[in-house]
């Protein structure tokens, strides 16, 4: 934003209440401004009060909310005075709104053309052929190749990138000044997230003014001109991106991006644990206080007066600049097979090996389709190999023939030493609680009825284990195992956050004491801080219990910190395999090399609006 130029959008000291069950101060004194054609991130963890901020910009903080500001101006305008009607003129028109999933964002009764035409004709913007002709321009300005077919299908029928790009039209329809995007890239692979990032720097560089919502410390660093850290619905801290990123002065942002895993983290724990001294902060302290290394008796009473520097880089904190304490390194169990179990593969022979698999589908319309062709690969007994692959290149295809759900229409799976793939289900059950799997999404794995007791003992059942007091302990002891205390047991999986869920699949899955978990996506829907718990976690569970890990992710610098081996695939093929450090170091097929030149890091573009290109 230029400095004469004053800003589009202008926050200060915006409080939001909560009245549920008592009162929750969701959002504190947050301020910040926004210019036109200029990129603020907002990170921070699950709960830290960034959605909450983003959504009270549209008025969609709901019916228990109480929303108080010192000035909420839009170009202007007094949010905080706004009617629902007056609202409804605002919202989609002049700030447009960019949720994380695009297939529940979108009606699945209409189509992708429907949806982009009705923001056109409920802002009296285009009707008829008009619109149809202004929403084909939106699908094809996003990138969507052959817009007119696309227009025409249900969001059901398009890849998660295409979805997306339809989601980011139709916010786009009514040309607003102000594009609010919320983990607009969450979960999508790294060819797709570059071209959406690419997409929105564009719209930046136009001219629009957006409001960034990330975990993603890469994608941040990507996009952004400024960066706003929050904890606890406080800004902690808060500057341009290149300071904010390579010189964080708040403990809690040093932890984030420590946290973040990178070519130069591997063999080192991510997460930072808190302090055993920690305590709770008093009402005005910072909330932090619990976690900070630094943290004394002052921060726990009282938050400093909130004060930018001269650069403009303001920090929230008592003690800027004290050191996090040092990352404990990740002890990792050498990969053999020595000390034959019973059930277990032979001494120098592969815990799995997939040969040759391959598997067609019909197709909609008649004929059929290849989803995995010709594909082998071996992991050993306590090994991790990662899995990497846009969305498409057939990686759940293969995890499902893994784990028995699919069969290949030729090749063969042996486990164990024994064959695993072309045997009857009932020849497979007594030896399936020895593979397991984690899910991208535990909440829709779980049993919403029942509590984490029930997921967990279910599962410690199918072990052998029996009923009463040594289930209990059993349960117990894998809730610690995964570093979740016995107060959960009683909780539904609603009731859980995201990084409490992870664990207790985890749980679950370590219940019938596995020899290979299949790892589909399984922190990809998490933020940083959590993620590296998550992952920290696995390689402590590997190290004790020397369990393999096929580790399918689509975010390269989780692969690289997890993974002893990788595999690549692309349209259904493997492309490249090797040693971990061989792929990342000196990739041979020009896919792979692809893969890596999309990948956002944070240690890159910090430069603000010079690196959007």
Not at 496 to 501: I, T
Request: net charge neutral; proline share 6%.
């Amino acid at each position: 934003m230029n400095a004469t130029q004053s800003p589009l959008l202008s926050v200060e000291g915006l409080d939001v209440t909560f009245r549920r069950g008592g009162q929750v101060r969701a959002v504190r004194d947050v301020s910040f401004t926004l210019g036109r054609g200029e990129c603020l991130a907002v990170v921070g963890e699950s709960g830290s009060g960034k959605s909450v901020t983003a959504r009270t910009l549209l008025g969609l903080t709901g019916a228990h909310a109480t929303v108080a500001a010192r000035r909420l101006d839009f170009d202007g305008v007094d949010l905080t005075a706004l009617s629902e009607r007056e609202w409804r003129a605002v919202r989609g028109r002049r700030i447009g709104l960019v949720l994380q999933d695009a297939l529940v964002s979108l009606d699945p009764l209409r189509t992708v053309g429907a949806e982009i035409r009705e923001t056109l004709h409920t802002h009296g913007l285009a009707r008829g052929a008009e619109a149809r002709e202004r929403s084909l321009a939106l699908l094809s300005d996003a990138g969507i190749p052959d817009p007119a077919r696309r227009a025409a299908e249900y969001p059901h029928q398009l890849s998660g990138g295409l979805r997306q790009r339809a989601l980011i039209s139709s916010a786009l329809s009514g040309a607003p000044e102000l594009l609010v995007a919320d983990e607009p890239t969450t979960a999508l692979d790294v060819t797709v997230q570059a071209q959406i990032l690419d997409l929105l720097g564009r719209l930046v560089g136009e001219g629009t003014a957006l409001l960034l919502i990330s975990h993603d410390l890469a994608v941040v660093a990507r996009l952004a001109d400024r960066v706003a850290v929050m904890y606890g619905g406080l800004v902690v801290e808060q500057g341009p991106a290149r300071d904010v990123l390579k010189d964080p002065r708040h403990p809690y942002t040093r932890a984030l991006l420590a946290a973040v895993p990178t070519f130069g983290s591997k063999g080192n724990a991510l997460s930072v644990a808190a302090p055993a001294r920690g305590e709770a902060a008093g009402p005005g302290g910072c909330p932090y206080a619990a976690r900070c290394a630094a943290a004394d008796a002052r921060c726990r009473a009282e938050l400093p007066v909130a004060a930018a520097a001269d650069d403009g880089h303001l920090t929230l904190c008592w003690h800027p600049d004290a050191p996090l304490p040092p990352a404990a390194p990740a002890v990792r169990r050498p990969v053999a097979t020595a000390g034959r179990e019973p059930g277990a593969a032979a001494p120098g022979e592969p815990l799995l090996d997939v040969r040759g698999v391959s598997k067609r589908f019909r197709a909609p319309g008649g004929g059929s389709w290849t989803a995995v062709s010709e594909v082998s690969f071996r992991i050993a007994a306590g090994e991790t190999l990662g899995l990497v692959g846009e969305s498409g290149s057939g990686k759940t295809t293969t995890a499902r023939i893994v784990l028995g759900l699919v069969e290949p229409d030729e090749g063969s799976v042996r486990f164990e030493g024994e064959p695993w793939s072309g045997l009857p289900e009932r020849e497979r059950r007594a030896r399936r609680p020895r593979l397991q799997v984690v899910h991208q999404d535990p909440l829709g794995s779980f049993d919403p009825r029942h509590s984490v007791r029930g997921i967990v003992a279910e599962a410690v059942g199918r072990a052998g284990v029996p009923r009463g007091r040594v289930r209990s302990a059993r349960v117990t002891e894998l809730l610690g195992q995964v570093g979740l205390s016995a107060r959960v047991q009683e909780r539904r999986p609603s009731e859980l956050s995201g990084g409490q869920r992870q664990r207790v699949a985890i749980a679950r899955a370590l219940a019938t004491r596995p020899r290979l978990i299949v790892c589909d996506e399984p922190v990809s829907a998490l933020d940083v801080s959590i993620q590296a718990q998550v992952l920290d976690l696995l390689a402590e569970l590997q190290r004790e219990l020397g369990v393999a890990l096929l580790f399918i992710s689509h975010d390269l610098g989780v692969v690289h910190h997890v993974s002893d081996r990788v595999i690549v695939m692309k349209d259904g093929r493997l492309v490249e395999t090797g040693d971990v450090g061989q792929i990342f170091d000196s990739p041979a097929h020009p896919y792979t090399r692809e893969l890596l030149a999309a990948l956002p890091r944070p240690d890159r573009n910090q430069e603000g609006q010079g690196s959007r290109t």
